[in-house]
């Protein structure tokens, strides 16, 4: 049996006005979701326990099947992870975003999308002159970095950028125990990067610069059972996320890098399906993470969030069906890790619709996968860490 999650995130919304009161996933063409969803099994999960941020790290431990109450201990250990860094018992790791701040207001808390390259230079700068003993600096992706403390900051308070986007930062500063520190260092990134050639050159081609970094994520390394000990099966993590990489790597999931896989709207969809195949061919697992979605979503751009549903759903979702070759011995789950509510720009702690597809399933009145239609047809599972183990069990709950 072969076993296939499919995550395009952020793609659970709210109603939209400019969509005619549809949500994206309703007003989006996916002619593959919805087949799988009359002929599979549809319900809604909790996948944010109550007191946790709606994060994508806290989503995603919880689809994986680990209780965050047990295996949760924030963002940026995962992301450490993954760039290969391997984190001491009190080391602290942060995010940390190049921001665009203009006027104290969060223009862009992704710099314009800064390349890799562009950043990786502008880090560097900045573990030159303020990383040391306290406070090291590691480049990550376009504008996802680290920065890793043998011990502070893990009690401070701190805001994701994400959730402040055209609003003043003033307010959502870190504060509590070593919030100053950070705050400090966060200053002192501002005339380093502003005064790089790497901005200035960005600036003369009309693109958005790095103003300052911005910490928040904080946590420890956390210690995960193996996914191969709870669930009996090997398997691998496909995503262009460093969060989703690491959470992987300390699943003991194989983590494949895809060419053309961005993390952005112009990732490679169809290259995420074929590596997909190809792993299930040595393997009886695999979680492909898309986060074109969510990313569509924090612009609060809703044709781009439309768009990214229907090329997940021809893509991902029409290239695995089309190309599978393992008969009748298959199944597949798709489901958002969260909601990303265009209006909000934001994610948010609702429970979202998942899809469950076996052959032989007796099927169901749905015609679409949506949020209305799992509501109204399926179960409502609170405990969203059970649904893997439902899931690859066959739970007849879910029939």
């Known amino acids: 049996m072969k076993y296939l999650v499919l995550i395009p995130d952020g793609a659970a919304d709210h109603h939209c006005p400019e969509l005619g009161g549809k949500t994206p996933l309703e007003a989006a063409a996916t002619p593959n979701l919805d087949r799988l969803a009359r002929t599979g099994s549809l319900g809604t999960v ?35 992870a993954s760039l290969g860094i391997d984190l001491g018992p009190e080391d602290v790791a942060f995010r940390c975003n190049l921001v665009f701040v203009e006027n104290g207001v969060m223009r862009d808390f992704t710099a ?55 609003k ?22 501002a005339p380093l990067l502003q005064s790089h050639l ?38 691998s993590v496909i995503s262009a996320v460093d969060l989703v990489k690491g959470l992987g790597k300390y699943a003991g999931l194989e983590v494949i ?71 009748h011995n298959y199944r597949i789950m798709v489901l958002p890790d969260h909601a990303t509510p265009v209006e909000l720009r934001t994610h948010t702690a609702e429970p979202v619709p998942f899809l469950i597809y076996r052959p032989g399933l007796p099927g169901n009145p749905a015609q679409a996968f949506d949020e209305e239609s799992a509501a109204r047809w399926g179960l409502m599972l609170e405990r969203g860490w059970d649904l893997m183990q439902k899931f690859i069990s066959g739970d007849p709950e879910l029939a």
């Open 46 to 80: 909790r996948t944010i326990p109550a007191g946790f941020p709606p994060g994508s790290d806290v989503a995603n431990l919880c689809v994986l099947g680990y209780d965050p109450n047990l295996f949760y201990t924030g963002r940026a250990p995962l992301e450490a």
């Open 112 to 166: 314009g999308h800064i390349s890799s390259g562009e950043a990786a230079a502008l880090i560097g700068r900045l573990q030159e002159q303020i990383g040391g003993e306290d406070a090291s600096f590691f480049p990550g992706l376009s504008y996802r970095h680290l920065m890793v403390s043998p011990g502070r900051g893990l009690k401070a308070e701190c805001t994701p950028p994400h959730d402040i986007t055209g």
């Open 168 to 189: 003043p930062i003033a307010s959502y500063l870190p504060r509590g125990e070593d919030g100053d520190w950070l705050l400090q260092l966060m200053q002192a990134s």
């Open 198 to 235: 790497v901005n200035r050159k960005r600036e003369s081609e009309g693109k958005a610069p790095a103003t300052m970094i911005w910490l928040w994520g904080q946590g420890t390394a956390p210690r995960l059972p193996r996914f191969e000990e709870r669930f009996s099966l090997s398997g």
């Open 257 to 327: 890098s895809v060419p053309g896989a961005t993390g952005y709207l112009d990732t490679d969809y169809r290259a995420k399906a074929v590596h997909a195949l190809l792993a299930l061919e040595r393997s009886d697992f695999v979680y492909v993470h898309v986060e074109a979605p969510d990313e569509a979503a924090h612009m609060g751009n809703t044709a781009e969030k439309v768009r990214a549903i229907e090329r997940f759903d021809r893509d991902v979702v029409g290239t695995l069906l089309n190309e599978m070759p393992f008969g």
